[in-house]
């Protein structure tokens, strides 16, 4: 079946450790999205791939950043993470902007 | 600010009752989606109607969207306890936005 797989689906990393969380999907869509969610607060756009094209929330912090190697993959980098970072990490696609968004299963982050 | 705010932040009623919740927004949009996101979990598309429509079925699913008070409802008809979980509207501001804006959400329990 065609989905958004995201590995893993549960993160422990320790205080100012670099950590990548990983996205991959096979229903071959041009845009790949990496939202944070907190704790009963509606997803925050972190950025967007159009393509290969990178999109940059305004608001996102320096700490993270992300590589799409190719269609299928995408990958978020949180480069020194604080206890902050602590969340779930939602990664999503869509076949054009705008349109329905087809989410994985999301990865939980426990900043120790 | 958000640009979507659902309304109530939370709703319990028994199986078997209709859940209506309400999504108000404060830009021109294009389209707007509703999306249900069990605890723990990733979202999950329900519905999309886009800014020419004013209402959309399926299955136990009704939406409404008025543009010129710009909100929209999701009536969840004949509930059961499967339907637990938070709902999220989400609105596509311009046409080829890229990106959707989240609301709130709105908490529901279905009490068996």
């Known amino acids: 079946d065609a989905m958004v797989i995201q590995n893993p689906r549960y993160q422990v990393t320790q205080f100012g450790k670099p950590v990548t969380l990983s996205c991959s999907q096979t229903l071959n869509h041009n845009v790949m999205y990496w939202y944070q969610q907190k704790s009963s607060q509606a997803p925050k756009l972190l950025f967007h791939y159009y393509d290969k094209d990178f999109n940059n929330e305004a608001d996102t912090p320096d700490n993270f950043q992300s590589r799409r190697p190719n269609t299928s993959f995408c990958f978020l980098d949180i480069r020194s993470p604080g206890l902050g970072d602590a969340a779930m990490y939602l990664c999503?696609?869509?076949?054009?902007?705008?349109?329905?968004?087809?989410f994985g299963p999301g990865t939980r982050l426990l900043v120790l | 600010s958000q640009q979507g705010e659902e309304d109530p932040q939370a709703l319990s009623i028994q199986e078997g009752e209709n859940a209506t919740m309400n999504c108000s927004y404060k830009t021109s949009i294009n389209n707007l989606q509703w999306y249900r996101q069990n605890s723990g979990r990733g979202l999950v598309h329900l519905i999309l109607?886009?800014?020419?429509?004013r209402e959309k079925h399926s299955g136990r699913l009704r939406v409404t969207l008025d543009t010129s008070k710009k909100s929209s409802s999701l009536l969840i008809t004949a509930s059961r306890a499967a339907d637990t979980a938070s709902y999220f509207c989400?609105?596509?501001?311009?046409?080829?936005?890229?990106?959707?804006?989240f609301g709130t959400g709105t908490r529901l329990t279905i009490i068996p």
């Open positions: 109607i886009r800014s020419n429509e």
């Open positions: 999503a696609t869509s076949l054009a902007g705008g349109e329905t968004q087809y």
């Open positions: 989400a609105t596509e501001r311009d046409f080829g936005n890229e990106k959707l804006t």
